[in-house]
């Protein structure tokens, strides 16, 4: 009995078929893309004058590796930061503030523009511990220049509008107010609180 020749695959096509599957997934595969922290350097100033700060002006955070949050040498729990981060920031200390609604304590910051707050961490504190202390910091920050958008803004014209709404508010090409006049608020906010925030890494 003759042998039954077996039956050949036509396998020209099948480059064609991996190339076009190759094509399929390169177009519908979606890359994860990692994001960083926003945040914007301070211009370098050209100054070659020693600029001497004075400590009462220092407001020092450390994150330890043991995630311990040590405000100004003394225990504290992150609950509690953002608070003693508006009240240092917004002292007014010297007087020259009069916009400022702080204490005025003499041995505490002399007003929101000479006030530095200064974040050290060390080398084993976790990422999450250190971004959970950086946010309630820059909140501080945020939530001194929205009582004061609400305290300015009514008589420039932006009633009920905090400064997060004003910054959004000029980068919105729908917005149908006065842009100029708004961003010279904005500047004027941010140049009464100036975000002056420090960070130094330990070895």
Same mark, same amino acid.
Do not use: H, W
């Given at each position: 009995?003759?042998?039954?020749?077996?039956?050949?695959?036509?396998?020209?096509?099948?480059?064609?078929?991996?190339?076009?599957?190759?094509?399929?997934?390169?177009?519908?595969?979606?890359?994860?893309?990692?994001?960083?922290?926003?945040?914007?350097?301070?211009?370098?100033?050209?100054?070659?004058?020693?600029?001497?700060?004075?400590?009462?002006?220092?407001?020092?955070?450390?994150?330890?590796?043991?995630?311990?949050?040590?405000?100004?040498?003394?225990?504290?729990?992150?609950?509690?930061?953002?608070?003693?981060?508006?009240?240092?920031?917004?002292?007014?200390?010297?007087?020259?503030?009069?916009?400022?609604?702080?204490? /005025? @304590?003499?041995?505490?910051?002399? #007003?929101? %523009? =000479?006030?530095?707050?200064?974040?050290?961490?060390? $080398? !084993?504190?976790?990422?999450?511990?250190?971004?959970?202390?950086?946010?309630?910091?820059?909140?501080?920050?945020?939530?001194?220049?929205?009582?004061?958008?609400?305290?300015?803004?009514?008589?420039?014209?932006?009633?009920?509008?905090?400064?997060?709404?004003?910054?959004?508010?000029? /980068? @919105?090409?729908?917005?149908?107010? #006065?842009? %100029? =006049?708004?961003?010279?608020?904005?500047?004027?906010? $941010? !140049?009464?609180?100036?975000?002056?925030?420090?960070?130094?890494?330990?070895?």
């Amino acid at each position: 009995m003759a042998k039954r020749s077996a039956p050949e695959v036509n396998a020209g096509s099948m480059a064609d078929i991996a190339f076009l599957l190759l094509i399929f997934f390169l177009v519908t595969t979606t890359i994860p893309k990692d994001s960083g922290i926003n945040r914007k350097l301070p211009p370098i100033e050209e100054n070659d004058e020693d600029v001497v700060i004075k400590q009462k002006n220092i407001f020092t955070v450390l994150l330890n590796n043991k995630d311990q949050l040590l405000v100004e040498d003394e225990l504290m729990e992150l609950k509690d930061l953002r608070a003693a981060a508006i009240k240092f920031l917004d002292n007014g200390g010297d007087g020259t503030c009069d916009y400022c609604n702080g204490e /005025k @304590d003499p041995s505490s910051s002399d #007003n929101p %523009d =000479k006030a530095i707050i200064s974040l050290k961490n060390e $080398r !084993e504190t976790s990422y999450s511990a250190y971004i959970s202390v950086q946010n309630e910091l820059v909140a501080a920050y945020n939530d001194l220049r929205n009582k004061r958008a609400l305290q300015i803004g009514p008589s420039k014209g932006f009633r009920d509008m905090d400064f997060v709404m004003m910054e959004k508010n000029y /980068k @919105d090409v729908k917005f149908l107010g #006065n842009k %100029d =006049k708004l961003k010279a608020v904005i500047d004027q906010i $941010r !140049e009464e609180y100036p975000e002056k925030l420090s960070e130094v890494y330990s070895k």
